[in-house]
């Protein structure tokens, strides 16, 4: 089994900033890609950004020079910093895993999701 636990989000003003993090625990041998993805009432789930196990990164292009993930790959964490937030970035926020078992199966797992509301 495995959790997949994100943290962080909250109420800010337009041009703040928030940092999420999101942690994976349980049992499995490996995390490939981990990627920040939002979800907007009525709109289809985005993804916000991602990064590889070796660090490569891929931003929406909404958010490119906002937003920054990085990942600890000790800690099965990853980050998104967020920056210079606005209006258009208030949505339910969603981490995303793929998790690899012993056995090299992969798997996508997803956390519950945590509110960024940007508004003054």
């Known amino acids: 089994q495995v959790h997949v636990v994100e943290s962080g989000g909250g109420l800010v003003q337009p041009g703040g900033s928030l940092r999420l993090s999101c942690v994976a625990s349980?049992?499995?041998?490996?995390?490939?890609?981990m990627g920040w993805y939002r979800r907007v009432p009525g709109k289809e789930r985005e993804l916000v950004a991602a990064?590889?196990?070796?660090?490569?990164?891929n931003y929406a292009d909404s958010v490119k020079g906002r937003f920054t993930i990085s990942r600890d790959n000790a800690k099965n964490t990853v980050y998104l910093q967020m920056n210079s937030l606005k209006p258009e970035d208030t949505a339910v926020y969603y981490c995303?895993?793929?998790?690899?078992?012993?056995?090299?199966?992969?798997?996508?797992?997803w956390g519950q999701g945590t509110q960024v509301t940007v508004s003054s």
């Open positions: 995303n895993t793929e998790v690899v078992t012993s056995s090299w199966w992969q798997y996508d797992y």
């Open positions: 349980g049992s499995f041998f490996s995390i490939n890609t």
């Open positions: 990064i590889t196990s070796d660090g490569s990164t």
